[in-house]
């Protein structure tokens, strides 16, 4: 069944199971046609640079950050957004990749890595775009730059409810619960340096 | 961020704090400026991994969904597939078969004698061959008979209706009779080849048997009565050699 996109936008920000599933088949057959403009990576980069990028938007519909008013789609201070919303998906997966570029300069070719260099600019860029984020965003984006060990262990405390001794047997290498317990402060601490980074940085714009 | 701020918090958002202490927290909190910051720092975390989290779950599970349908629709297609297949291969054969019996004339169910003549050699030889000779003897006997009477007594019944078939034919018909194709000969001529024709199989073939009905004989230590065929068998029959060579070996 096909939906406009005005009809995604007002039934993911209801919730509606079904039309998220429906947005999510919708973006991937766009994101799988197109990605190629973008980006050329091996399957398992390219369905990591999916999967956060349609994250970022299914939060932003979410907490309204694109939203529907008399219509029409619109985004950041209300102006309509410029294209369809698989062009702003697109767009996302753009920054993605630029954030992948900047992880994974170990692995990348010479010709990628001069291209990645023109990226970070372009990144740094668009951060301008960002001064709208509000601190829940910012915690989410660095959320997804986290480090394995740091999101399981905060997955599994914050979103599993887990306890500690719990969390010390799904992660053997712990070998005190003290060790985890400094681990996930170090972890927390992390994360809010970074997101009270972003949250000034974007304040200063 | 204070570590043991954080041990609090972690308690009183997860609500495993009793009502009382939850009540201190709550005060404490809105007097200390640093706890109620790291508390909401705490409580957008949380949000925010639960959030992911519930989407990655759910992406999850639609990945499943889709690789399971594109897996049945794949086996459908299969399936689709192999039945087309094997009703044109059905279908090839059925009627590569119908054109084939057509194809060969009016003579086609009257050459059937000379099939149903060889499926009993290849009963009688399968006999032999698993030393059931008495079984094979007997049928051997019948069919000796059966050509016997056929050359003694005149054409039977397979020699008749090749005849008819000789007067059937037209220049339109195809008339094929034991493999012969009779259209080139006269009807008179035709009918004459096809008696000394029909003579000479029956003769040929009761020669086969009696070979048949040596090695039976012998199978059943009835040497006595194998030798006497033998001896006839040796002069000029096509098993002459062979029928020469056993009677030798018998008579030592």
């Known amino acids: ?205 | 961020m204070k570590e043991d701020y954080q041990d609090r918090i972690d308690e009183y958002l997860l609500k495993r704090m009793s009502p009382e202490d939850c009540m201190a927290f709550e005060n404490e909190v809105a007097e200390n400026q640093e706890l109620h910051e790291q508390l909401s720092f705490t409580e957008e975390v949380r949000h925010a991994m639960r959030s992911r989290n519930e989407k990655l779950a759910k992406m999850e599970e639609w990945e499943k969904e889709t690789e399971s349908k594109s897996r049945l629709s794949k086996r459908r297609l299969y399936y689709w597939v192999s039945g087309i297949a094997a009703l044109f291969i059905v279908g090839f054969i059925t009627i590569s078969r119908y054109l084939s019996s057509f194809d060969k004339g009016v003579g086609t169910e009257y050459a059937q004698t000379n099939l149903v003549q060889e499926e009993e050699s290849a009963d009688i030889e399968k006999l032999l061959a698993y030393n059931k000779y008495s079984t094979a003897l007997e049928k051997i006997n019948r069919e000796i008979e059966t050509e016997l009477h056929e050359i003694s007594f005149g054409p039977g019944c397979a020699e008749d209706e090749g005849i008819e078939i000789i007067d059937s034919c037209t220049p339109d018909t195809v008339c094929i009779i034991d493999d012969i194709d009779i259209k080139d000969y006269s009807r008179e001529n035709s009918k004459e080849e096809f008696r000394e024709e029909s003579r000479e199989k029956s003769q040929s073939r009761l020669t086969y048997l009696y070979w048949l009905k040596v090695k039976a004989l012998i199978g059943l230590n009835r040497i006595d009565e194998a030798l006497p065929l033998l001896e006839d068998l040796r002069r000029d029959s096509e098993y002459g050699l062979q029928a020469d060579s056993l009677y030798k070996l018998l008579k030592r």
């Open chain 1, 1 to 205: 069944m096909r939906y406009s996109e005005v009809y995604f936008v007002e039934a993911v920000y209801k919730r509606d199971h079904a039309v998220e599933r429906a947005l999510y088949d919708y973006c991937k057959h766009y994101f799988d046609n197109h990605y190629k403009a973008v980006f050329f990576r091996g399957d398992k980069d390219k369905a990591e640079i999916f999967q956060e990028a349609f994250i970022t938007l299914w939060e932003k519909i979410e907490n309204r950050k694109i939203y529907v008013e008399e219509g029409v789609l619109k985004g950041k201070d209300g102006t309509p957004l410029v294209g369809k919303l698989t062009t702003f998906l697109m767009s996302i997966a753009r920054l993605k990749y630029l954030e992948w570029t900047r992880e994974n300069l170990h692995i990348l070719s010479d010709e990628e890595l001069l291209r990645g260099e023109k990226t970070v600019e372009i990144k740094n860029a668009s951060q301008d775009d960002s001064s709208d984020e509000d601190m829940l965003e910012i915690i989410a984006d660095c959320i997804s730059h986290m480090s394995k060990r740091c999101n399981q262990i905060l997955t599994l405390f914050y979103y599993k409810e887990k306890t500690l001794d719990d969390i010390m047997i799904k992660l053997p290498t712990f070998e005190s619960k003290n060790a985890l317990k400094t681990a996930k402060y170090k972890c927390m601490e992390t994360l809010r340096k970074s997101a009270q980074e972003i949250y000034r940085r974007n304040l200063n714009i």
